[in-house]
């Protein structure tokens, strides 16, 4: 069996356009898609619409995804998360209907599926804590047993690629398909569950188009360019 994952979108259409062009000529019996379309960038719609449209498709909701959620709920303050993340938090409540957000709402953090005879967990986070923990290829995990009830564990949310073994278990991040922080490109990752082979792939993508959008909702708020810049790993 043939998995393609990618992770953390986080309103990059460029970035997903270009990854479902290749997409269409992998050969893949699941799809997987590890949260985040929410924060940063400006698309979140047009991605919705997208992934919706997808066949054999896992989605899981992100931490991005849970704070929309609460800003349309008006349960957080906008200002905040604005200063902190981009004007892609501004008028929630306005550009998203209440279908949209309360499909976003019921999504999962993970999910475990036994498929071809392989228990995979799935998490946006960790397994210790679904929506924010963070697994890197550098630092321990917490409670190896959570891991180790698995053959594949396949992880978001960190933006780092990442393959390792956790005693008999693999581990998988396919890295940041919208925001990459590790220096090694808009990715996702094929992983092949009879081998127990992983392929990391990246899509090339014009980001002029993308800097126009930040130049004109968020020219102050620096990161937005600098994180997509990296020439380095940065934990």
């Not at 393609?4 to 970035?15: E, P």
């Not at 933006?159 to 919208?178: C, D, E, S, Y």
């Amino acid at each position: 069996m043939k998995i393609v994952t990618f992770s953390d979108l986080h309103g990059n259409k460029y970035a997903l356009d270009e990854f479902l062009r290749e997409l269409k000529n992998i050969k893949y019996d699941l799809l997987v898609f590890c949260g985040d379309i929410f924060g940063y960038y400006y698309d979140q719609q047009y991605i919705i619409d997208k992934l919706l449209k997808l066949d054999k498709l896992i989605w899981l909701k992100g931490n991005h995804d849970e704070y929309f959620v609460s800003l349309w709920n008006k349960e957080a303050d906008e200002k905040e998360y604005i200063e902190k993340y981009g004007h892609s938090y501004k008028d929630v409540k306005s550009r998203f209907s209440s279908e949209t957000m309360q499909m976003i709402s019921e999504l999962p953090s993970k999910m475990e599926i036994k498929y071809f005879g392989k228990r995979i967990g799935i998490f946006h986070g960790t397994p210790k804590d679904s929506l924010m923990g963070r697994l890197y290829p550098n630092t321990e995990a917490e409670e190896k047993e959570l891991y180790e009830k698995y053959d594949l564990v396949i992880l978001g949310h960190t933006h780092f690629k990442m393959q390792r073994n956790i005693g008999n278990t693999l581990v998988v991040n396919p890295g940041a398909l919208g925001q990459p922080r590790d220096a090694k490109g808009y990715g996702y990752a094929i992983i092949d569950t009879d081998s127990m082979e992983v392929v990391f792939k990246n899509v090339e993508i014009n980001k002029s188009e993308l800097y126009k959008k930040i130049d004109a909702n968020d020219p102050d708020l620096k990161k937005l360019k600098e994180v997509l810049e990296r020439k380095e790993l940065k934990y």
